[in-house]
Structure formats: C-alpha cells, structure tokens
C-alpha cells in the first residue's frame, strides 16, 4: 500500500509518495506532470547499475524518453565541477524551463541536482526518487539544495522545491547495513527533537525495521516525511522552527569537515554522534536530566550505531579546532553560532547560550571514551 504526504506550499505543493514498487511505476507516475514526453536523469556510480534500467524501463512503458548521466559516488560529487558537468549535461539535453530533470540516487545526488535544477534557466522543475534511507526521510523533502565548499558542509546552495518525490521502499534492500544505519540516524533525529511518541515507537520497531520489515520501514519513512514536511511549510527558507531540524548537525558538520567529507564518517553517522553529543550538552547545562542522554546513546548503542567521536575510524583534530570548525556553519548568525539543544526527548530548541567551555568537555570526553 503506498501512503502519501501531502507538501502544502501553495503553487509549489507538492506529494510525496511511500510505498513498495514505486520504481517500476515512475512513468505512471511522473507523466502527468511533463508537458513533453522527455526527461533527463542524474544519478551515481553505486545507483546507476541497481536502479537505472527500472527507472528507463518504466518511463518507456508510458513513451516517455530519458537520456541519464552518471556521475561518481561519494561527498566529494557535492562539488563546483560535478555541478558544472551536471549544468553542462542538462543545456546539451536541451532541458528547457518547463522540463523535468530526475534525482535517482541518495542525498548527494539530490542535493547537487536539485541545485542545478534551481540555478539552470533560473530555476526547471526537478523530481526526487531518494535511493538510501537518509535521502528518503530528510534530504529529497524540504527543498534543501546544495554543495560543499572546501570552508564547510552545504554552505553553497538554494532552496528549491522538488515538483514529486518518489520513496521507494524496496530499493532500500539493496543498501549496505552500514548505509541503513546511517540513514536511521535522521530517523531517530525526528523523534528526539519533537516527537517522543515516535522515539518510543522507534525503540520498539528499529530492529525490525533494520531488519527490513516493510510496515515499519514504510512507516519511520512517512513519519519522518511527515514531520519534516510540517516543519517546512512553517518555516520553508530556516528563520526559525526549521533550524530544528538540525539537532546534531552544528557538531556532525565539524566532523565532516575534520574527516574530508569521505567515507571514514557517513553523514548519518555524523548526525547519531551529534544528537548524543547535543543532548549530553543540553544534560551538563542543566537543560534536560541525564536521563535523556543516557536513553538516546542506549537506542543508538542497541541499534549498533556510532555515539561518540572515539568511535570514528580517522585521526582528528583537538577539541579546540572542531569548535573552530562548528563556526564555519550555516547556523551563524551576526557572528553568534545557534545551537539545537533539548529539555527533554521531542523537546529541542534553538538558542545561542551555549557555554564553549562546555561544549569543549563534551568534546573532549567523547573524543576519549574508548579508553573510558
């Protein structure tokens, strides 16, 4: 059964639809939003050979004709000349204002496209068919779009409405049980900054889920698109509530950067040691009790996740510089860096007192809790 959720922005509305066999029925799907049959497809060197035939195959079955660039797996494709070779792509294809251009593979690739797409002919149509869990239930909903710069994480970008996204949840049986976890730690994100029912639910579904139950799959996917696409409407460009969004991230986009944005830290993985690290912050400012963080480092621990720095296979650099590092973050502002911190499970916010020599200690032990 496919389950909708419904992005109510006006002119810019848009579905998002979570089900199993949604690949094979993407021609039915997109063709009514095309006003030629013809699409241009942009995906990656992992996607490509798993997913790409489906796709080209079900558009074909509606006569609708595609051409598909692939281009390399991996963080560093978030780039200015993947992004160029992706501009340079859709011109050659002749896309034109009204067209659609087709995201097939997991943030990275949903993340660049959805930038060309907002910057070529200022501004074509693009659709997102996430293939990783991360992409599914954060990335391709919210209109997020983006590359690195060699200063920070997504610091180049526009936010860009997808017109249709596609979550199917039979792709994700092909994802490596590394990439799964790193997808539930946007997951579990939701649930710690405001929803506890959801949390709880996670603790008594994540092994099934991970364990590739379709129910629970399908069901942490609409309660994460859910609640994103709650927040977006709300706030849709970030001056406020949609920060929330971020609990994990001002501390996750530091260990990216310190780590070179490789595979030695997937950004779901980031993002589980920055919620532990927030809420074992929020605990030692006396936000929340040490309940709170001692539950979530227990879920991600049980799930077999990563929670602190330690847990990082890579040489880092000290407590001091990834401070440094957290100040190149997009959530600067007038120089004061805002910080995603919580009273509670499901109850986060947003606030600049955030004591630096606090946030050092936390650092510092976490950086040393594999010999504690």
Known sequence: MTQ???VPLGD???????????????????????????????????????HAQRLTEALQSQGIASSTLTLPAGESTKSWPHLSETIDFLLTEKVERRDVVIALGGGVIGDLVGFAAAILRRGVRFIQIPTSLLAQVDSSVGGKTGINAAQGKNLIGAFHQPSLVLADIDVLDTLAPRDFLAGYGEVVKYGLLGNAPFFEWLEQNGAALVAGDPAARSEAVRMSCQMKADIVVRDETEQGERALLNLGHTFCHALEAATGYSDRLLHGEGVAIGCALAFETSARLGLCSQEAPSRVRAHLKAMGMKTDISDIDAALPDPMALVALMGQDKKVIAGQLNFIMARDIGQAFVTT??????VLSVLEDSMAARAL
């Open 4 to 6: 909708l959720v419904h």
């Open 353 to 358: 007192d955030v004591s630096q020599a606090v």
């Open 12 to 50: 810019r509305a848009y579905d998002i639809h979570i089900g199993r066999g949604l690949l094979d029925q993407a021609g039915a799907l997109i063709g009514p939003i095309l006003p030629r049959a013809k699409v241009a497809i942009v995906t990656d060197s992992n996607v490509a050979p798993l």
